[in-house]
């Protein structure tokens, strides 16, 4: 029987990348977003390459939805026990123009979110003494012009991150965090409509400052996640892996 994991936001972007990864690692894989139908794409992607998966609608920031969803998922493909909670949203803004809705929608999501999930989940990693969360960060957690919102967020789950480790390593969880840097996806392309920026400029532009010269790609998110929930990383817990073409980018 193979081991089920629960990749949040996974309609489309990072998300979905990381469900296709797991699913090809041997996980069954539930997929959860807004709605059931927004999830139903990266289910039947999975499928048609041979993999398990269940596609699950929920607001992470909703405690019974929540739990809903996490014993739905146990009942109908077995006990989770790898976890990542990717979800997010961006209301971006400066300090002074940030209404109190862009504030609570993205700590709503972002770290409610990720505390309502994982807390749900870690009752099936202890009962089965072996688990796996990893928590999507970004370097916008280091600071970003127009995102103190979102960068208090992800800074929050790196807090998050390290107690859960602490809390949970004597069970057999691990528990990191993965912070991306620019990476091509619908939220970065919003980002750039946001600023007044074309596109393709702007992607060149941003490469164009990372060490590795090119930008990143959801898949290489992916990658990261696979290592990180494998057998090999039982012995890496509580950090944060900066996955930027570079130092911080």
Do not use: C
């Amino acid at each position: 029987m193979s081991r089920v994991a629960i990749v949040t936001g996974a309609a489309r972007g990072i998300g979905a990348a990381t469900a296709l990864r797991l699913a090809a690692d041997g996980f069954a894989v539930a997929v959860i977003d807004l709605t059931e139908d927004d999830a139903r794409g990266t289910v039947e992607s999975i499928e048609a390459a041979g993999g398990r998966a269940l596609a699950v609608g929920a607001d992470v920031g909703d405690a019974e939805q929540v739990q809903a969803a996490v014993d739905r998922i146990a009942t109908e493909l077995g006990p989770p026990v790898v976890l990542v909670n990717n979800a997010g949203v961006t209301r971006d803004n400066m300090l002074f123009k940030m209404s109190d809705a862009d504030w609570d929608v993205v700590m709503h999501v972002h770290l409610r979110g990720s505390f309502l999930m994982t807390r749900a989940v870690q009752k099936h990693m202890t009962e089965a003494t072996w688990g796996r969360i990893v928590n999507l960060s970004s370097t916008s957690a280091l600071g970003n012009r127009g995102q103190a919102n979102y960068a208090t967020a992800k800074a929050g789950l790196q807090g998050f991150t390290k107690t859960l480790a602490i809390e949970l390593g004597k069970f057999g969880v691990t528990a990191n965090a993965i912070a991306p840097g620019f990476i091509v996806t619908d939220m970065t392309k919003a980002t750039a409509e946001r600023i007044g920026q074309e596109w393709e400029p702007y992607v060149a532009a941003r490469a164009a400052a990372i060490p590795v010269a090119r930008a990143g790609q959801p898949e290489d998110i992916a990658h990261t996640v696979s290592f990180l929930v494998s057998e090999g990383a039982g012995f890496v817990s509580g950090q944060v892996i900066y996955v930027a073409g570079g130092p911080r980018n």
